[in-house]
């Protein structure tokens, strides 16, 4: 199977036919043996990475993009500048194997204008360079974000919006949760140095282990008997913010694929009862093997949070986790296809179906019990204003302050993508009035 033909193909399945990375990759990946799904991954989420750019080199070297039948070869073209300018592939293995992908994609007869087009730009690469024409291009193209997105990044974050577009093109860590039903922390990082997998501190709240680069999860000790899980260092606060006590009935209202619902049972043991609903059945599948690969136990229910007569048991909950449905502009750096499948228009109708689940899931808490609500956003509208918004109209809400976030007027704490090497994502704690 021909690697650039892969990578064309599944560029094209993600911005042409508006199907998700997270979908399509792994079809295409099942084609191919050992590196080569490593080399097909790298290419895909390069060429997504940097699409604005790769389209702006294009647009230098031909005057009409292909089109029809062809178009899937327009995709080729990305892949080979990608190569060209990102990766240390020679450029004469790059040009010849993706001139090669023609055939698999059935357009042989454009063999003659790829190859031209990528030497060309190989020349031209060799002789000015491209960083010199930076200031010639507009941000988006800069900066590798549709317009709409950079301009509310840039209206939220005046004095950051650079930084966070340019973490946003960063590949992210893989950061490792330890079952500390199973081990402490320290002594699991012994595990890790004896089976010499590099990694950095702990993040100093939640403990989660950072790795110097990504391994295969079949390498990390004990990883099949349950002492370890792969999840950002911020979605690892969930647990620790939550702060469940022995007994606690507790609800996770949206939680496949799991991984908050898994650790909220490691971090403190004897819950009195985890519920675990997710509006989609097909993605609680995960849920379940989660539960199972930790031999833990919850109720796992496929439901509307937003309603809840049709599910809820009629016991009050003493604690909530709302990791609510977002734009997951947080996690672009993961997911380099929301830039591109996501629109402005999605935005508004997120924030509704936020304060829907919100409001009716409120209901469920006992008074003086405790909400959290997260997204891996970040956008205001979807956290901040939210909860200022919630707490306008809800008298019995208390917003409890997160130290973490102090640095900011705003209720909850923001963490944008690369602070302490985490994720963006969002958290505010809310306790019932008693
Ligand atoms: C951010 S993800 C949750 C991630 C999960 N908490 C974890 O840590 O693995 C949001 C989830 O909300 C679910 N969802 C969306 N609308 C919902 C609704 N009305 N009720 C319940 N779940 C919903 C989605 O299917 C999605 O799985």
Redesign the pocket.
Known sequence: MNIRALAAKCTFAVIDQGRSLADELPKLQAKVEGKDKGLLQEITYGVLRYLPELEFDVRQLMAKPLTGKQRVCHFLILVGIYQIKYTRIPDHAAVSETVAATGPLKNRHLKGLINGVLRNYQRQQEKSGDDNKDAEKPDSVRYNHPGWLLKKIQAAYPEKWQSVLQENQQKPPMWLRVNKKHHEVAAYRQQLEAAEIGHNEPEVHSGAIPLTSPVDVNRLPGFADGDVSV?DGA?QQ?ARLLDCQPGDNVL??????????C?ILEYTPNLGAVTA????ES?LV??RE?LERLQLKAKVIA?????PDAWWDKQLFDRI?L????S?TGVIRRHPDIKWLRKASDIPALTV?QQ??LKNIWSLLKPGGTLIY???SILPEENCEQIKQFLAENNDAELIPLPEGNDSAEPGWQILPGDTGMDGFYYAKLMKKA
């Open positions: 999840q979605a969930a996770d209202c949206c939680a496949a694929p799991g991984g908050k619902t650790h609903i997710d509006i989609e993605r995960r849920v989660n439901a509307d949070a937003a309603a986790l990791d609510a449905p977002c997951g179906l829907q689940i997260a997204t891996c």
